[in-house]
DNA sequence: TTGACATATGCCCATATGGGAATGTATTGT
DNA sequence: ACAATACATTCCCATATGGGCATATGTCAA
């Protein structure tokens, strides 16, 4: 019958920026070719990876478009796009305000009582059973 | 014999806000959580979510700080800790003065002469054989 | 205490990796 | 044409999902 998609289970490092940049090591590329174009030899040779890795993680950079390659000889120099960086840049400051909201609030906080109940806590996991504010019982 | 770590394949969503704001809806949920505090619920309603789904992603989300929670009766009342974001933010700004630069670059060629030739393309994708600039054979 | 309500978890399963090793392909030099 | 150099791709495989569904937990109301 009519099952077509089923499990995604996750979507591709290819389909965006956000989920490609989530890698530390294509960070690392990212930050390396910022400033100046490069040949895959001196990205393997700078970040200390296997050169096989390093293709597979500029394939994922070229294909949502963080980076651009041209062929210079046999080496191909990649160059991080950082248009392609944008959007992240744009959605991550739309927090902005709010943080900014939320220091003030811990500043005051800790300059008028030194109250130490948290907010919630600075962030806090339920692990397993629900004991938040288990003062019953 | 000796064979620690195998495949890690991708790195956990609960592994750092990079990787937990990989994805979309969660990226939704923070923003619908970014000004006030919500009970799953109307996550639900309001992005049309399956309550289990959002439960795993506004746990996903825990583990890694995004969020906060506490406890309101039977509800529990998420807020989007924008604290956490900043990181990424401050990685993303890092570029900010790279695109800068390469608008700049492209605004002077376009008035400068209407030069049809990419600059090695938006970006482009050398999917399978390399053909990037064939003009030979 | 019992039932309703609000969430959190557990299960099952297909998908998308990402590392390592081996191999294919393109380009240059002689 | 042939070897060397510089990359890209393929295979194999364990891991981390994420959706749908059923079920467990926790809390409150009558």
Request: proline share 2%; aromatic share 8%.
């Given at each position: 019958m009519g099952m077509?998609?089923?499990?995604?289970?996750?979507?591709?490092t290819t389909?965006?920026?956000?989920n490609a940049v989530a890698e530390p090591r294509r960070r690392a590329i990212l930050n390396y070719l910022a400033?100046?174009?490069?040949?895959?030899?001196?990205?393997?040779?700078s970040l200390g990876l296997e050169q096989p890795s390093v293709s597979?993680?500029?394939r994922?950079?070229?294909?949502?478009?963080?980076?651009?390659?041209?062929?210079d000889g046999r080496r191909?120099?990649?160059?991080?796009?950082?248009?392609a960086i944008r959007p992240l840049h744009e959605w991550t400051e739309t927090f902005e305000r709010f943080w900014?909201?939320?220091l003030?609030?811990?500043?005051?906080r800790a300059e008028g009582k030194s109250n130490p109940s948290k907010d919630s806590g600075p962030h806090f996991i339920p692990r397993r059973k629900n004991d938040f504010d288990s003062n019953k019982n």
């Open positions: 077509y998609c089923w499990g995604m289970a996750r979507a591709a389909s965006d920026a956000f400033m100046q174009e490069r040949p895959v030899g001196e990205i393997v040779d597979k993680h500029l994922v950079l070229l294909e949502v478009g963080l980076v651009n390659v041209r062929r191909m120099l990649y160059r991080t796009n950082a248009e900014r909201h939320q003030s609030r811990i500043k005051e």
